[in-house]
């Protein structure tokens, strides 16, 4: 599909199972950062768009030595030199986190970066084989009591996050922050949670092996597997084919 994208000024990407070899993995695929160095190379900004803590966004901007604002907690926190740390939300998903981590123990397990979260907290699938299941138990549960909660699975882990928060809303403000527009970013994503985060882009990707929920509003698949699309999505912006 051909979209008038602009001149591409600033590339966000999610991390997990869009950076990495595959969904399965947390190893970053080595082809992928090599593309975001040319892509700066050619004067266009990447910024990490993640679920992760704050921590694990920024330690990857400084050693990958990405030039765009680090996004992390689903969009609660945005950081950059200029910015300093940006919170979003209005309230913490926290109370609900320690409910339902241990209502459900057993079937979910805590996160290590969970002491290292403001806002959005993740519950870590003891078994992710029933993914679909547990993901649907905790949602049902958590959204009936705090409505101030939205829940999501990135594969990766449930995440609990404060409704007035998520990735496209935290991709605007860096957009308005830093004078551009829609038009002019390129958004990637793997998972269901990273709809909002396509759709704030004029440019919304998914990767080959996305979720159908994410396909279903990309305005482009790149036909390759997660950190493997974001070679070639590199390859289409550097050859002037968006
Ligand atoms: O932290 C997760 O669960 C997934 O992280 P992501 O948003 O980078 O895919
Ligand atoms: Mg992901």
């Known amino acids: ?136 138990l905790v949602k049902d549960y958590v959204e009936g009591r705090y409505d101030w909660v939205r829940v999501g699975y990135s594969k990766y882990a449930i995440h609990l996050t404060p409704r007035d928060v998520d990735k496209g809303r935290a991709v605007k403000f860096v957009l308005d922050r830093l004078g551009l527009d829609p038009s002019e970013a390129v958004a990637v994503g793997d998972s269901s949670m990273d709809a909002n985060l396509l759709k704030a882009v004029e440019l919304g990707v998914a990767t080959g092996d996305a979720d159908e929920e994410l396909k279903a509003v990309a305005k482009l698949i790149v036909d390759e597997p997660a950190g493997r699309a974001i070679v070639k999505l590199a390859e289409l912006i550097e050859g002037g084919q968006l």
Do not use: C
């Not at 400084?62 to 919170?87: C, F, H, K, Q």
């Not at 996160?111 to 649907?136: H, T």
């Open 1 to 136: 599909m051909v979209v008038s994208v602009t001149r591409v000024k600033i590339v966000f990407t999610d991390l997990d199972g869009t950076l990495t070899e595959s969904r399965r993995t947390y190893r970053i695929h080595l082809g992928a950062v090599e593309a975001m160095r040319r892509l700066q190379s050619l004067g266009v900004r990447v910024s990490i768009v993640s679920s992760n803590a704050l921590p694990v966004v920024i330690g990857l901007h400084r050693y990958l030595d990405l030039d765009g604002p680090a996004i992390a907690e689903t969009g609660a926190l945005i950081y950059s030199e200029d910015l300093g740390i940006v919170e979003l939300p209005s309230r913490s998903a926290r109370e609900a986190y320690s409910d339902a981590l241990s209502r459900f123990r057993g079937l979910v397990a805590d996160s290590w970066q969970n002491r290292f979260r403001l806002y959005d907290f993740a519950l870590r699938l003891v078994d992710r084989a029933n993914g679909d299941q547990v993901y649907k």
